[in-house]
């Protein structure tokens, strides 16, 4: 059985800061990526962010410059650092994580951004 759980969402002003955090437990063979991705309502799934286990990292444009992905191998855990949050960036925000075999989803944390 594996576990993918999320955490660290919540309501901040915009302009505020976040950091999510996805631990990823059980019968997990070797993880090979990371990431997080976000939905908004009436949206599509998109990517955020993804970090490989040499430390490689992708971001989605829209992010930028404001959030940080990172993960400790050790722990089989990423996190997200939220910088400068807009509005826009409310979403649910699910962890993927992907071994050699299979992907696996956690169940979502929500992030609001007031404005």
């Known amino acids: 059985q594996v576990q993918v759980v999320e955490s660290g969402g919540g309501l901040v002003q915009a302009g505020g800061s976040l950091r999510l955090s996805c631990v990823a437990s059980g019968n997990i063979f070797r993880i090979t990526v990371m990431g997080w991705y976000r939905q908004a309502p009436g949206k599509q799934r998109e990517l955020v962010a993804t970090i490989t286990s040499g430390g490689s990292t992708n971001y989605a444009d829209s992010v930028k410059g404001r959030f940080t992905i990172s993960r400790d191998n050790a722990k089989n855990t990423v996190y997200l650092q939220m910088n400068s949050l807009k509005p826009e960036d409310t979403a649910v925000y699910y962890c993927?994580?992907?071994?050699?075999?299979?992907?696996?989803w956690g169940q979502g944390t929500q992030v609001t951004v007031s404005s």
């Open positions: 993927n994580t992907i071994t050699t075999r299979t992907g696996y």
